[in-house]
């Protein structure tokens, strides 16, 4: 009976040995392959990333002033972005972080009023993307308006380069993802796919097939992140004894798999306990780069860090018992009052999420106030985030601009001379006749002027027999290209219809950094 097993044994041996040389040979081929396969998928993902990239730098130059952007203006404009890009499912414009504009808007009014400085999920990305100024991605993960997206995220700067708000695009992941898997499955591949984004959150493609030794694992940089692709051939049919080999190893394959998930979700586990200990410790990388005042807080108000222009502001000596306000105040002027100021501030942060506010500053050893806009965010774990821009200069200017209003109006008022401000088109600005002017046109009151132009306080034609109208629009041609220009008019008073000629200059005045006529 033992030697009746021989023969059998031996084939079976052969056979075995013939399978394993041509499985090797087969395997060395398929690697080959599957290594092309993997670069033609991530070289097609860096593609769409790269292309969405280019139109979020395009849109944020654009979009730098939120003050100018309608959502129609925004749903034009990125309309035709988006034919050109049909891995990109949407994009958004969040002005100091709070979504706003969304195209297009039947996709995304989920988004909508999102805080992205404050949420959950896009929390990292966006506070990165704040203090680097440069594009972060994020993901895949379910989006608030429906399906899975991989986001990138542009900070837009205003004209003074500051920050005023993030661009995102939103790319279709179910789309991508259902593209590359034909891509692998034309090749006769089952594909995985693993992403860690620019906050090292991991993301993995579900696929039990893709496990075992023979998997091909390939990585390449994505912008700022990670893109593993994992491929491995589909089995071919090699006979009876073949398919029989192939059930044991599938046995073992679901006992690797087992197993190994297993592990993996230890490591999961042990992951997500170290997740915020690293998003924090990338978050502190950028917070000490940062080149305006950064302030780090506990829950309490005390403070943690603060990066070098920080630190300049804060007594040398610090003590640990003291709220951030009291050191902070410690050196200002009016100490009391800035308390005030800061600690609502805080409270208003931890209750909404996130709050801007503005701060004035005096120390004794300044001449001038200097005024900051402060915005505060509040961390995953209850800690608040204070980002500072200085509007000192724009603070003055408008201080500047109120005096010289003043003035102007005191001159205005006190004329003895009849003048009216007027725009462009010929009508008078709202209140802007001085008493003189007044008096001349039988006019009782600024009311009255309400809805007056110059036609109306002029005869149809003038002697000469021009019409009112045309020589009015040809001296504003004149006065707009030469500055001022003076000539003989007639006039007519608003109670009586009676006509009185008058000596006229048309002048173009800047007042508080506004353009107006002076007739």
Request: charged share 20%.
């Amino acid at each position: 009976m033992k030697r009746t097993w021989l023969p059998v044994t031996a084939g079976l041996m052969a056979g075995a040995v013939l399978l394993f040389a041509q499985h090797q040979r087969n395997e060395v081929r398929e690697r080959a392959r599957n290594h092309r396969l993997a670069v033609e998928i991530a070289e097609g993902l860096v593609d769409d990333l790269s292309a969405a990239r280019v139109a979020l730098t395009a849109l944020a130059t654009e979009f730098g002033d939120p003050s100018e952007i309608t959502q129609e203006h925004f749903e034009a404009d990125v309309g035709r972005v988006l034919e050109l890009l049909p891995a990109v499912r949407q994009f958004t414009y969040a002005p100091q972080g709070v979504i706003r504009f969304v195209a297009p808007l039947s996709r995304g009014t989920g988004s909508l009023g999102l805080n992205l400085l404050t949420s959950q999920v896009d929390q990292s990305a966006a506070v990165v993307a704040r203090l680097t100024n440069s594009a972060s991605f994020q993901g895949p993960f379910s989006l608030k308006q429906g399906g899975v997206g991989l986001v990138l995220r542009q900070p837009a700067m205003g004209p003074d380069r500051r920050f005023v708000g993030l661009v995102s695009a939103v790319l279709d992941w179910e789309q991508i993802l259902n593209r590359v898997s034909q891509q692998a499955a034309a090749a006769n591949a089952w594909l995985a796919v693993e992403i860690e984004d620019s906050v090292s959150t991991r993301y993995r493609s579900a696929s039990a097939l893709v496990r075992g030794p023979d998997v091909l694992v390939e990585r390449f940089p994505l912008l700022d992140g990670v893109l593993t692709v994992r491929l491995k051939a589909m089995p071919r049919p090699l006979g009876a004894v073949a398919l029989n080999l192939l059930a044991a190893v599938g046995v073992g394959a679901v006992v690797t798999g087992l197993v190994g998930w297993q592990q993996q979700q230890r490591r999961r586990q042990a992951g997500l306990a170290n997740t915020l200990e690293q998003q924090n410790a990338r978050v502190s990388a950028f917070f000490d780069a940062h080149q305006d005042p950064v302030f780090w807080l506990d829950r309490n108000g005390c403070l943690l860090r603060a990066n070098h222009a920080g630190q300049a502001e804060l007594p040398s000596v610090l003590s640990s018992q003291q709220s951030f306000s009291q050191l902070f105040s410690a050196k200002e002027l009016q100490a009391e009052a800035l308390v005030q100021v800061i600690e609502a501030d805080l409270n208003a942060c931890l209750q909404a999420g996130s709050h801007v506010g503005e701060w004035k500053l005096q120390q004794r050893s300044e001449q001038q106030p200097r005024y900051w806009r402060v915005s505060c965010t509040l961390l995953h774990d209850l800690q608040l985030l204070l980002l500072v821009d200085d509007i000192s200069v724009q603070r003055r200017q408008e201080q500047r601009n109120q005096e010289q209003q003043l003035q102007f109006r005191a001159v205005f008022e006190q004329s003895a001379d009849a003048l009216i401000l007027i725009s462009v088109a010929g009508a008078i600005k709202p209140g802007m006749l001085n008493g003189a002017a007044l008096t001349m046109f039988g006019l009782k009151d600024r009311d009255a002027a309400l809805n007056l132009t110059l036609e109306d306080l002029s005869p149809e034609y003038q002697p000469g027999g021009t019409l009112s109208r045309a020589q009015i629009e040809h001296r504003m041609r004149r006065v707009i290209n030469e500055g001022w220009v003076s000539f003989e008019w007639t006039h007519v008073r608003i109670d009586t219809g009676a006509p009185w000629p008058a000596q006229v200059t048309l002048s173009l005045l800047a007042v508080a950094d506004a353009d107006h006529l002076s007739w």
